[in-house]
């Protein structure tokens, strides 16, 4: 009799990196990446995404998430992400393969970064103002990022007592762009002021930068002679 022996080998593919490196990308911008997957065997490969459901990990888009490699064929998955969440990225994503337990990873790390923005001074300063009369100063905010951002400035404090009026209050500033701000105070009461300019961003955070605000304030007498 004739005796044969051997090892049956399941499907064995592989892509062409194990490692997706997205650097930072801005929040609710679109990453895009393509990686290679391989069979690596002489029997077709079916494979199909183990979907993950953490907060990143959903956020993934894979195409195509399934498929079948023929004998000795490559397969072209396109990658993208598009973030409304801030943060550090590091999933680990698997696939499937019928007829073996193994499974094909790929790991994709990142950091979903705000817009990045500043103003053109470090403080206002009205210096000595009257008690019930307007003063004005000026300031200029900057958009050093790629993507719009979308902001409300607020002095810290003024809510209730609305001494405080800021022109424009909010606005989309867009990419690498400037906006003036006027910054006008109306005091009602006769002290010293030290308080803080702030700025929210939309789906970014609330008073991520303040501009301290600082003024003295007196009561000026107007004499009138008959």
């Keep these: 009799p004739l005796r044969l022996t051997g090892e049956g080998i399941g ?22 990446r393509t990686i290679k997957l391989v069979n690596r065997v002489c029997i077709p490969c079916e494979y199909a995404l183990m979907r993950k ?27 993208e992400l598009n973030s409304d969440l801030l943060g550090s990225v590091c999933e680990d ?9 193994e499974t094909l990873k790929l790991r994709v ?30 300031i200029c905010l900057y958009n050093t990022c790629e993507i719009p951002m979308k902001f409300r400035l607020r002095v810290l404090g003024d809510e209730d ?7 424009p209050e ?6 690498e ?4 701000i006027r910054v006008d105070m109306i005091p009602m009461s006769v002290q010293s002021y030290e308080c803080h300019l702030m700025i929210d961003v939309e789906d970014v955070g609330q008073g991520l930068l303040s501009v301290p605000i600082y003024a003295k304030v007196e009561v000026r007498f107007i004499l009138s002679m008959y």
Excluded at 11 to 32: C, H, N, W, Y
Excluded at 53 to 76: A, N, W, Y
Excluded at 161 to 167: S, T
Excluded at 170 to 175: D, M
């Design 109 to 138: 790390k990142g950091e979903i970064v705000g817009p990045t923005f500043h103003f053109d001074a470090e403080k206002l300063d009205f210096g000595l103002v009257s008690h019930g009369f307007t003063s004005s100063q000026y």
């Design 11 to 32: 499907p064995k593919a592989t892509f062409s990196a194990r490692l997706i490196d997205m650097g930072d990308i801005f929040v609710k911008t679109q990453f895009e």
């Design 93 to 101: 994503f698997e696939f499937s393969m019928q007829g073996t337990s």
């Design 53 to 79: 459901d953490t907060p990143f990990g959903k956020r993934f888009k894979f195409t195509p998430e399934r498929g079948t490699l023929g004998e000795g064929e490559t397969h072209t998955i396109k990658i």
């Design 177 to 180: 762009d400037r906006v003036e």
């Design 170 to 175: 909010s606005a989309t500033l867009e990419p």
């Design 161 to 167: 007592r609305g001494e405080f009026k800021i022109f």
